[in-house]
């Protein structure tokens, strides 16, 4: 089948005390009162904020779109969350609700493996992430992320009471289900991605409690270096600290911690050529980003930021820069909502070498952005047409460009050049 184009939340009235590696305790957001209406929206409120230069946020439209054709590969997915290219071409693909599959190369989607841990899914929460490790065809080793249920929390559990947990396992050979499987981080958050790095070590995006009715000076977390939350860690595939993390060994700071002062990266991308770490993240109301994620820095949530929170109020008084904050890439205000991003160094888009690709969830699209160095000069929006949301897009080993739809029904999609139809 082809299409062708020219171009909740679960209440209660408790905070919960996650479980973690450090001196103290990290409460959870008290759930809503049964019936309260919401503390805010995730709708626009016109708020525009000033760029530090020209092309940080609305960077000029394309102006010239290479025509694709669409494939559907896959059909009847629920949930979908993430998918990753294996070595050898198949992909895993994440329900959020807790199943993983493999979708072999000609489409079909497998049933759930089994030997998953037990996941905690509920509202945002739930599997979130899984790769192959660069040696999989010799070790069949994956990483999976997942929010785990903490064993000292009451039933019915409260709001976001799942823990960001990361583990590793082996597929089995018949790769019907994860063998072995060891948890190699409670990173404390309540979701967040996880990429591995040309050195073999794992990178992790810890995010915070966030979505209407939780204010962000609420959550001070991404500053404090005594937690994993807000963060985007680093560790080696055995779940040991790296020697070299900017934090290691120092007094009062976990040493798994890269860098500091994130919200909620829903996408990691290594940059093809530098070896450099992107990330997008969701902001509140408004200030979505792209970052490029630097060993040691701090990008300044909840001290700087452009966007609003979901109540309407500023935040910190609506500062968007301070001495030592990195500032983003690329920001967008009003919300698009990125979720996955990939880099395309493909042959089959000449026109799309070094681009940065970002599904866009409320955006319900794909963003183009066009880079000169790590400048946005540019930026298309495809697949508008779909009036889908995007959830995850990955380059695949042909060249082409698949995107993940998001919730019931979702789909995985491939864009190839118009040309070959």
């Known amino acids: 089948m082809k299409i062708t184009f020219a171009v909740v939340v679960i209440a209660s009235a408790f905070a919960c005390f996650v479980q973690a590696q450090t001196t103290k305790s990290i409460p959870r957001p008290p759930a809503q009162k ?21 092309g940080q946020t609305h960077a000029p439209r394309v102006a010239v779109s290479a025509p694709y054709a669409v494939d559907v590969v896959a059909t009847g997915i629920a949930n979908g969350y993430s998918i990753e290219f294996m070595p050898d071409g198949r992909m895993l693909l994440v329900e959020r609700p807790g199943r993983l599959k493999i979708i072999d190369r000609s489409g079909q989607i497998s049933a759930p493996l089994g030997g998953l841990p037990q996941i905690f899914a509920g509202g945002p929460q739930g599997l979130v992430g899984a790769i192959a490790d660069r040696d999989f065809a010799t070790n069949r080793t994956v990483y999976i992320a997942y929010t785990a249920p903490d064993p000292n929390a009451p039933s019915p559990p409260p709001r976001l009471a799942g823990v960001l947990t990361v583990a590793r396992a082996r597929l ?3 790769s019907t289900k994860l063998e072995d499987v060891k948890v190699l981080l409670n990173a404390e958050g309540i979701g967040g991605k996880i990429a591995q790095a040309r050195d073999g070590a794992l990178l992790i995006s810890s995010s915070i409690p966030a979505g209407v009715g939780i204010l962000s000076p609420d959550w001070p977390q991404p500053q404090q270096l005594d937690s994993l939350m807000g963060k985007v860690l680093r560790i080696n595939t055995d779940g040991s600290i790296p020697r070299d993390n900017p934090f290691a060994g120092r007094p009062n700071a976990r040493g798994e911690i890269f860098a500091l002062g994130i919200r909620d990266d829903q ?8 070896g450099r770490l992107w990330a997008s993240e969701h902001g509140p109301r408004g200030g979505d980003e792209i970052n490029v994620i630097e060993k040691g820095k701090n990008y300044g949530f909840p001290v700087i930021g452009y966007g609003h929170d979901y109540n309407g109020a500023s935040i910190n008084k609506d500062r968007t820069s301070q001495a030592g904050m990195e500032q983003p890439v690329y920001f967008w205000t009003p919300d698009i909502a990125p979720g996955g991003i990939s880099f395309y160094n493909g042959k089959l888009f000449p026109a799309w070498q070094g681009n940065l690709f970002v599904a866009a969830l409320a955006g319900k699209h794909l963003a183009r952005l ?26 695949g080993p042909d060249g082409a460009l698949y995107v993940l739809t998001d919730r019931d029904g979702g789909r995985v999609l491939r864009l190839v050049p118009l040309r070959e139809r």
């Open 34 to 54: 049964p019936g309260a209406p919401p503390d805010g929206s995730a709708a626009p409120d016109g708020y525009s904020p000033i760029p530090e230069w020209a």
């Open 172 to 174: 089995s050979s018949d």
């Open 267 to 274: 996408g990691l991308a290594f940059h093809p050529r530098t």
């Open 370 to 395: 066009v880079l000169q160095g790590e400048r946005v000069v540019g930026e298309e929006r495809l697949l508008t047409e779909l009036d889908s949301r995007i959830r995850d897009v990955k380059e």
